[in-house]
């Protein structure tokens, strides 16, 4: 029988770099994934705390092809001019149905340095071929018959009575997850978030500045085509995410998605006809895709979100997407799914060398996990409720950003040190040390305060039947009582619809 330290279950980025990172430090890794590379996956926009969290999983582990994936020209130098799109800013264009849309009803925060579109079955596989220079296994196409998670081993099953043995198995096939399915420890139980997905790519879908306003007439500081754009209205959202975006790019292709929250919309239609309803019903948006084509199926995806009540255990950890998942709207998947890897990683290593596989040594990953998904559930959540008016959701978002800044701002002094000192392990205990691992500042009691007496208003607000303007009121009073100790400074002025995120190194 063959014997790993380690078996990953899925070869997409999460299972690949945690794959790369092992090998890398000198274990046996066995990766077994149902499907062969290239393949489609989700999961595109990064942002500024998932390009950090790259860097610091390369400077940790000393694997600088980690790196090439953290940021745009480094990918188009290293992957390929079509395994990304530009992302200069997160925009946000808010649609009423009757009413016209206008592009006063914009809030485009930009960032500070250039963040990519990841062109998903390009990195991944980018990705994989990482964890097998640095002496990984592959077996694609298998299917995994059944996960003994034995006292002393976790076998394998395998067709044709094959076996294969690891001291560890890690879960990282996102949805799929046979442990986690396994183990039935997944439930969508106690979650606020209730929304289905549609996504695909296209052909041919017209720039925001040609199909619904010029620079001229929308004022953004940057061009909302290179941005990751969110059509935002009562019932849900839509993104469009551009690879075709930048001068060096030869992918032809725009990545589309959108979403309904089931309290205020159940789709019933196949996906094509929901698609041109939600066209009709909101025709700026449909501008862009007068000419557009389907460059593939669309996926359905009918709830996408659930948790785990339970992410480590002895002999096994679930990673982020395959433990819980709940909307794409902020593009908290990926930074989730680094941070639990650069967690998990040196604990593994650490068994290995003392062979003790307890649950115990893994809890603050399983915390760190069932945080992130606890705070996203509040944050979409409150995002849906804010959908219903702009001046509201103009208010609502500073909420996100400012603590999404200080996420930056932590993650940043991190990396600065551990490149000055070379130190691994003062790492690891840096990252362990964050005050609120898994939420939105990751280390503030000031924002975190804030985020959950915003969360608080917003839900009283609905349960009361607040007018829109009073819950703004209220987030907006409690923005400006917070405003010395957040970033970036100065958000609290509603009339700037532009605000610039604060750069990662305070000035
Ligand atoms: C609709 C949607 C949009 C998203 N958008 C964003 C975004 O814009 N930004 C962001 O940060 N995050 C986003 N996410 C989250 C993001 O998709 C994940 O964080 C990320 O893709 C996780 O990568 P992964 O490697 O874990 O999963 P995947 O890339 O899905 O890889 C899983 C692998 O497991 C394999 N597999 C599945 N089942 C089995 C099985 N039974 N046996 C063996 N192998 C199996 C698959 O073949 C696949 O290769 C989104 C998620 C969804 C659902």
Redesign the pocket.
């Known amino acids: 029988m063959n014997k790993y330290d380690v078996i990953i279950?899925?070869?997409?980025?999460?299972?690949?770099l945690t794959a790369a990172v092992l090998a890398k430090s000198g274990l046996k890794v066995l990766v077994?994934?149902?499907?062969q590379?290239p393949?489609f996956?989700?999961?595109?926009?990064?942002?500024p705390e998932?390009g950090l969290l790259l860097r610091l999983l390369s400077q940790r582990f000393g694997i600088p092809e980690i790196e090439y994936l953290s940021s745009p020209d480094k990918i188009i130098q290293h992957v390929g001019s079509s395994a990304c799109g530009l992302k200069l800013g997160f925009s946000f264009a808010w649609h009423q149905e009757g009413t016209p849309s206008s592009p006063e009803h914009l809030v485009a925060p930009s960032l500070d340095a250039p963040e990519a579109h990841l062109f998903?079955q390009d990195v991944?596989a980018f990705a994989l071929l990482i964890a097998l220079k640095y002496g990984a296994e592959l077996r694609q196409n298998?299917?995994?018959e059944g996960i003994e998670l034995g006292a002393s081993a976790v076998q394998v099953k395998l067709p044709a009575d094959q076996v294969v043995q690891a001291s560890f198995i890690i879960d990282?096939?996102?949805?799929?997850?046979?442990l986690a399915r396994q183990l039935g420890v997944r439930t969508t139980e106690g979650l606020e978030t209730d929304t289905c997905?549609f996504?695909t790519h296209m052909l041919n879908v017209k720039s925001y500045e040609d199909a619904l306003a010029p620079l001229s007439r929308s004022r953004s500081p940057i061009q909302l085509f290179q941005s990751?754009l969110h059509h935002i209205f009562e019932e849900g959202w839509l993104?469009v995410?551009p690879f075709n975006n930048h001068p060096q790019g030869t992918n032809l292709l725009c990545s589309v998605?959108f979403?309904f929250n089931h309290a205020k919309y159940r789709p019933t239609e196949s996906p094509e006809v929901e698609f041109r309803k939600l066209l009709k019903k909101y025709p700026a948006i449909a501008e862009h895709f007068k000419d557009a084509v389907n460059a593939r199926e669309w996926i359905y995806?009918p709830r996408?979100n659930y948790r785990s009540t339970q992410c480590v255990g002895d002999r096994f950890c679930l990673?982020?997407?395959?433990a819980g998942?709940i909307d794409?709207l902020f593009?908290?998947?990926?930074?989730?799914?680094f941070e639990s890897i650069l967690r998990l990683t040196p604990k593994v290593l650490q068994a290995a060398r003392d062979d003790d596989w307890q649950r115990a040594h893994f809890i603050e990953v399983e915390q760190h996990c069932l945080n992130a998904v606890s705070t996203n559930d509040q944050l979409v959540s409150c995002s849906y409720e804010a959908f219903k008016d702009f001046h509201l959701w103009n208010v609502w978002h500073r909420v996100w950003l400012s603590g999404s800044n200080l996420c930056c701002v932590f993650l940043k002094g991190l990396l600065d040190e551990l490149e000055q000192h070379g130190d691994g392990p003062r790492f690891d205990l840096a990252l362990q040390a964050a005050r609120f691992p898994g939420c939105v500042s990751l280390d503030s009691p000031t924002y975190e305060h804030l985020f959950a007496q915003s969360c608080q208003v917003v839900r009283q607000a609905k349960d009361q039947g607040w007018p829109a303007a009073d819950t703004a009121r209220a987030l907006h009073d409690l923005l400006k009582e917070h405003e010395p100790q957040l970033l970036p400074f100065g958000y609290s002025k509603i009339s700037n619809r532009f605000i610039v995120k604060a750069p990662v190194t305070p000035g």
């Open positions: 279950i899925g070869s997409g980025i999460s299972g690949a077994l994934d149902a499907a590379h393949r996956s989700i999961g595109e926009a990064m942002t998932s998903r991944d298998i299917r995994i990282a096939a996102a949805q799929g997850a046979p997905s996504f990751t993104w995410i998605g979403q995806a996408i990673l982020p997407q395959a998942f794409p593009s908290r998947g990926l930074i989730t799914t």
